[in-house]
């Protein structure tokens, strides 16, 4: 009998033995799985600070295009500024409206009863008026083009006519068709033919209307002389009613920081 409980004692202590060796491995896997989810969550812990410093440079390189794009705007706004004083453009009610033509060349002045002027040289409806010399007509046409070419430029508009700035012998060019004048010929021998330079104004206007409807401005106003039309765009791109102020731009960035 005694040496029964000798060998159930010796049993138990190597079941125990074993027992322990088993809740040794167990408690080696539970340190090893501890250290993987500590590790992880470093990593977690990691990626959140990456995250959270992408954002804040992503805030500051927005912040940074928006200023940009203000200081854009702004240098336009002088820009076109410029343009007003440098190129004033006034009404000329004694200049001719009448026409020979069944449309008018340069558009309609909208009741007003006459043309327009642009540093002080006239551009009546009808360029083909007897009461105006040609060569002051050709500077004001040749004035016009420069303008509307230094509008599209500043403004960053894709005009749908190439201009040829040549001061009174500007030209204007239809893609497959070819190049128009802007100015008139000789009244003793005029070389140029009065389709061709109907077709120019025609196309300067087109480029005209075109800014326009970039800035989504009236379209009643694509009927207008010419002038009115480039007045009426100097006007609206000058007041910068359209753009942000710098206050602005801050209180928007401050907002995003923010959140």
Same mark, same amino acid.
């Given at each position: !009998?005694?040496?029964?409980?000798?060998?159930?004692? &010796? &049993?138990?202590?190597?079941?125990?033995?074993?027992?322990?060796?088993?809740?040794?491995?167990? !408690?080696?896997?539970?340190? &090893?799985?501890?250290?993987?989810?500590?590790?992880?969550?470093?990593?977690?812990?990691?990626?959140?600070?990456?995250?959270?410093?992408?954002?804040?440079?992503?805030?500051?390189?927005?912040?940074?295009?928006?200023?940009?794009?203000?200081? #854009?705007?702004?240098?336009?706004?002088?820009?076109?500024?410029?343009?007003?004083?440098?190129?004033? =453009?006034?009404?000329?009610?004694?200049?001719?409206?009448?026409?020979?033509?069944?449309?008018?060349? =340069?558009?309609?002045?909208?009741?007003?009863?006459?043309?327009?002027?642009?540093?002080?040289?006239?551009?009546?409806?009808?360029?083909?008026?007897?009461?105006?010399?040609?060569?002051?007509?050709?500077?004001?046409?040749?004035?016009?083009?420069?303008?509307?070419?230094?509008?599209?430029?500043?403004?960053?508009?894709?005009?749908?006519?190439?201009?040829?700035?040549?001061?009174?012998?500007?030209? =204007?060019?239809?893609?497959?068709?070819?190049?128009?004048?802007?100015?008139?010929?000789?009244?003793?021998?005029?070389?140029?033919?009065?389709?061709?330079?109907?077709?120019?104004?025609?196309?300067?206007?087109?480029?005209?209307?075109?800014?326009?409807?970039?800035?989504?401005?009236?379209?009643?106003?694509?009927?207008?002389?010419?002038?009115?039309?480039? #007045?009426?765009?100097?006007?609206?791109?000058?007041?910068?009613?359209?753009? !942000?102020?710098?206050?602005?731009?801050?209180?928007?960035?401050?907002? #995003?920081? &923010?959140?």
């Amino acid at each position: !009998l005694k040496q029964d409980l000798m060998e159930q004692n &010796e &049993e138990l202590l190597r079941l125990i033995a074993e027992e322990e060796l088993v809740f040794q491995d167990e !408690l080696n896997c539970l340190g &090893e799985e501890q250290a993987s989810l500590a590790t992880l969550v470093q990593q977690l812990r990691d990626v959140d600070k990456d995250i959270l410093l992408v954002q804040t440079e992503l805030q500051q390189q927005l912040l940074e295009l928006r200023r940009d794009e203000f200081l #854009k705007e702004a240098q336009c706004i002088k820009l076109i500024r410029d343009l007003k004083a440098i190129y004033p =453009i006034t009404l000329d009610s004694v200049a001719a409206s009448s026409s020979s033509s069944s449309l008018p060349l =340069i558009g309609t002045t909208r009741g007003t009863g006459g043309g327009y002027l642009i540093r002080g040289h006239r551009l009546p409806v009808d360029i083909y008026t007897a009461t105006i010399p040609e060569e002051e007509i050709n500077a004001s046409l040749g004035y016009c083009a420069h303008l509307v070419f230094m509008i599209a430029k500043y403004l960053t508009i894709q005009l749908r006519h190439r201009i040829f700035c040549n001061s009174s012998r500007s030209a =204007i060019q239809q893609d497959g068709v070819g190049v128009f004048p802007l100015f008139l010929g000789r009244m003793v021998a005029r070389s140029l033919e009065r389709e061709q330079v109907d077709r120019g104004t025609r196309l300067l206007g087109a480029n005209v209307n075109c800014i326009l409807m970039h800035l989504n401005m009236p379209s009643t106003l694509h009927e207008a002389h010419i002038l009115a039309r480039l #007045k009426a765009i100097l006007d609206h791109v000058a007041t910068g009613t359209n753009n !942000l102020s710098s206050a602005d731009l801050s209180s928007r960035s401050e907002t #995003k920081m &923010e959140a």
